[in-house]
């Protein structure tokens, strides 16, 4: 039989919203490995990497040039026949890394009820039936929105932010502000709900506001970020400070002039996360990415339901109808990751202070480990897992093998790990640090590590 372990062939995604020519990451890990039709241009964005076997971009095996769908369906054992069974014969997750040089639309994504309805309803603008978790590691310094703010921010700046109270409405504002106060920081169940649905009802009313009041809105609220510096907004939230959201807000505008997202970001929490920081969104939780270069992993989908930062198709009705409406500060959006117990540090690693951490979000369908070797000859032993892996190299040159197989690995190199094979990782390099990354399915539990969750 075959040894488990192929060298991929990636695609990358050209969207307005990428990084340029070279400096992106997702397009020079693409261009790592050898391809007829892929070149950088340095005039073009490039945004997305996938590793994985969605059929709109399918990752294929560097040697055979057959897709890794193809693959997987045709021999059940590389994924293991529990998995191929549960999730059709396709991979459980999409492995991607995103370059971010402008912001993405305010989004979120269905959970698998709603996405099965809004498939069936508009398989344009919704391609297929999956929900759509998602996880996100920094590689490079990061921000963007995740999540709503805790609720007395909210309140703070509508008090503080006339544009964003009169887009709101008054009446909306004062009702929000009369239902949480008090209550905003509550645990009891029937506070919560209330707090939600009062969240609901303020934020549906911005983003259902007049076209025309959304535009002479945002020429105020730019006026002032401008003349206002530190004051802006109030002085800011307890989370962000007055010239931080200011600076935002110019941003933003420069990015998408006028548009209803400079001030959605008062209900938002605005996230920055340094490399190998993370956060977890479950289905229904909105949020928008604003810059930087990212590891992203997903159950594999491709549902986007729109609001604002964006020319595409925006579905208000749909996105104001779904959401959790869930609030929490900064802190609780943050993921908290663990070392990872299912791998062996050789000594020349141990000695180097090498790593394996997980990153292990409250589902099934994926978890991410990431190991950092730090000396030449540094080794990473992986136990078998009952499911299928993908790494990827960050940093760094080594080798990977799986029994007798051995493949060099360099930055963008991407491999597929059958299930139930041990995988070895060294650094064959000189001082520099050798990093992967390792999407996996376990269904067997391992993939929860030691208090591996959020």
């Known amino acids: 039989m075959q040894v488990p372990l192929m060298r991929l062939q990636c695609g990358v995604n050209s969207y307005d919203w990428g990084k340029v020519g070279k400096e992106s990451a997702a397009a020079k890990f693409a261009s790592a490995t050898p391809s007829n039709d ?36 045709d021999n059940q054992a ?146 002032s970020a401008k003349k206002d510096g530190e004051k802006f907004a109030g002085g800011g939230g307890p989370s962000n400070g007055g010239r931080e959201l200011a600076d935002l807000v110019i941003r933003l505008n420069g990015q998408f002039e006028g548009d209803i997202g400079l001030h959605v970001l008062f209900f938002l929490n605005y996230v920055k996360l340094e490399p190998g920081e993370a956060m977890f969104l479950k289905a229904d939780d909105i949020h928008a990415y604003l810059s930087g270069d990212i590891i992203e992993c997903m159950a594999s989908s491709d549902n986007v339901v729109r609001a604002g930062f964006t020319p595409k198709y925006k579905d208000v009705p749909t996105l104001t109808s779904m959401l959790t409406y869930s609030y929490a500060p900064i802190s609780e959006q943050k993921m908290h990751p663990t070392d990872y117990p299912y791998v062996t540090l050789s000594s020349t690693a141990y000695s180097s202070n090498s790593s394996s951490i997980l990153y292990d979000p409250p589902i099934e369908e994926f978890s991410v480990v990431k190991t950092d070797l730090k000396k030449k000859g540094a080794k990473a032993t992986f136990e078998p897992v009952a499911g299928p892996s993908i790494f990827i190299c960050t940093q760094g040159e080594g080798k990977i093998s799986v029994g007798p197989k051995e493949e060099s690995v360099k930055a963008g190199y991407v491999y597929f790990v059958g299930a139930t094979a041990e995988a070895v990782l060294e650094s064959t390099g000189g001082d520099g640090e050798f ?3 390792k999407a996996f399915c376990d269904l067997n539990g391992k993939e929860e590590g030691k208090n591996g969750k959020l």
């Open 38 to 73: 892929f070149s950088i241009e340095e005039e073009k964005p490039y945004a997305e990497l996938w590793m994985g076997t969605h059929p709109s971009l399918p990752s294929r095996d560097l040697e055979t040039q057959r897709t890794l769908l193809d693959m997987v369906q």
């Open 78 to 223: 590389l994924m293991s026949t529990e998995i191929s069974k549960k999730y059709g014969e396709k991979l459980p997750f999409l492995f991607k890394v995103l370059s971010i040089r402008k912001a993405l639309s305010i989004q979120a994504h269905p959970n698998k009820k709603l996405a099965e309805q809004l498939h069936a309803k508009d398989s344009k603008n919704y391609p297929d039936d999956n929900h759509k978790p998602e996880m996100t590691i920094a590689i490079t310094p990061f921000d963007g929105f995740c999540g709503f703010r805790p609720l007395a921010e909210i309140s703070h700046f509508l008090q503080t932010v006339p544009s964003f109270r009169n887009l709101v409405g008054d009446s909306a504002a004062k009702e929000f502000e009369s239902l949480v106060k008090g209550r905003e920081t509550s645990d009891d169940k029937d506070d919560m709900q209330k707090n939600k649905k009062g969240l609901q009802h303020a934020f549906s009313a911005l983003m259902n506001a007049d076209k025309d009041a959304i535009a002479s809105a945002a020429q105020e609220l730019v006026e």
């Open 435 to 437: 990093v992967t990354f």
